[in-house]
């Protein structure tokens, strides 16, 4: 199968293109969309054989659910069985956004894309293309990360076709995403919400409009039946086994130097993923091609956006050993440290 590109950028042609994405969903089959968060590889919600083919590409396991991908207000009220007081207050607050809803699911959506709960995810996306494509379509999207199962999930078009080359026929090309990880997820069906997955709608942001939210134990490493996707397998990993540095942020240079030195005579090659302020204080002692600049320390919204693409970048250098810099996990913060934590599998030293 041949994988194309198309940028979506030239307005004649987009209403073209956005047809063309509309029918390969309709057909049952596959289409990568950029959305404000990350790439998404999208079928129709409502077709289990064309959802199986999600699972097929990614090599995603089949209990991990997708979320559904909705145009408008309308089209969350066909496939969700209720709608309670907490989700209308977040969906008027935050949606379209970067939030995604687990509500009671009707019986009009396939048991293949919610591992056989009785919830289904629901997020409206803030990136006109991606609700375009799903008005075009007609039908709610399911649509995980465009990229192979495990691996950092894509924020530009070219790194989707890195892992969906030959697997699905059309990318849609948006350009790069704006927040770089992926939703936050609330679980609207408890008498309080529960944060699944954290995102760029913060918890700070949540309880502001809810009152109080709580956070789900699988968020710092507890194993649970997952409840939405990124709750139970290791995800956003690089090819390299990597370490996170965690503590003071006055304290990471001297203490990545440290740490480098140490793999170094061990004769590893190291690849260090961290901020401005600590790849300054490597220069000379890691070759820069394995330095990774994430942004200055604090600077949390460029940071999101750039660690995936960094952590794909490792895969084409020879790094054998990976160390990244944790943060605070305010704000923004819980969403990052949520993605590095999965990226190590939990393995961090404390500074």
Do not use: W
Not at 290 to 306: E, K, P, V
Request: aromatic letters at 4%; hydrophobic letters at 45%.
């Amino acid at each position: 199968m041949e994988t194309e590109i198309v940028p979506i950028s030239d307005s004649k042609k987009q209403a073209e293109d956005l047809a063309r994405a509309g029918k390969i969903l309709q057909s049952g089959g596959l289409v990568a969309f950029p959305t404000e968060t990350v790439y998404g590889l999208g079928a129709n919600g409502l077709d289990a054989e064309a959802c199986a083919k999600i699972y097929e590409a990614k090599g995603r396991p089949s209990d991990n659910p997708l979320i559904l991908h909705v145009c408008d207000r309308a089209m969350v009220d066909t496939i969700a069985a209720e709608v309670p007081p907490m989700a209308e207050r977040l969906l008027a607050a935050f949606c379209p956004g970067p939030i995604t809803l687990i509500l009671k699911r009707k019986d009009i959506v396939p048991d293949r894309i919610t591992g056989g709960l009785d919830t289904v995810g629901i997020r409206m996306p803030e990136h006109m293309v991606a609700r375009a494509m799903i008005r075009a379509a007609g039908v709610p999207v399911a649509a995980p990360s465009a990229n192979i199962s495990g691996r950092p999930s894509p924020t530009t078009a070219a790194s989707v076709l890195r892992d969906m080359r030959g697997r699905i026929p059309l990318i849609l090309d948006g350009g790069p995403c704006h927040f770089g990880v992926e939703s936050t997820i609330v679980d609207c069906t408890g008498p309080v919400a529960t944060i699944l997955r954290p995102g760029a709608i913060t918890r700070e942001m949540l309880a502001e409009v809810l009152g109080g939210v709580k956070l789900d134990p699988a968020i710092v490493g507890a194993k649970v039946v997952p409840k939405a996707p990124g709750m139970k397998y290791k995800h956003y990993a690089p090819n390299a086994p990597m370490t996170l540095l965690e503590g003071a942020p006055s304290k990471m240079p001297a203490a990545f130097r440290r740490q480098v030195r140490l793999l170094q005579g061990e004769g590893h090659r190291v690849g260090v993923l961290a901020s401005h302020e600590v790849c300054e204080a490597l220069r000379g002692l890691v070759p820069d091609e394995l330095l990774a600049d994430y942004g200055a320390q604090g600077d949390l919204l460029t940071i999101a956006s750039r660690i995936y693409e960094s952590l794909i970048a490792f895969n084409d250098t020879d790094a054998d050993v990976l160390l990244g810099e944790g943060m605070s996990d305010a704000g923004l913060g819980l969403a990052i440290m949520n993605r590095l934590h999965k990226a190590s599998g939990f393995h961090s030293i404390p500074v």
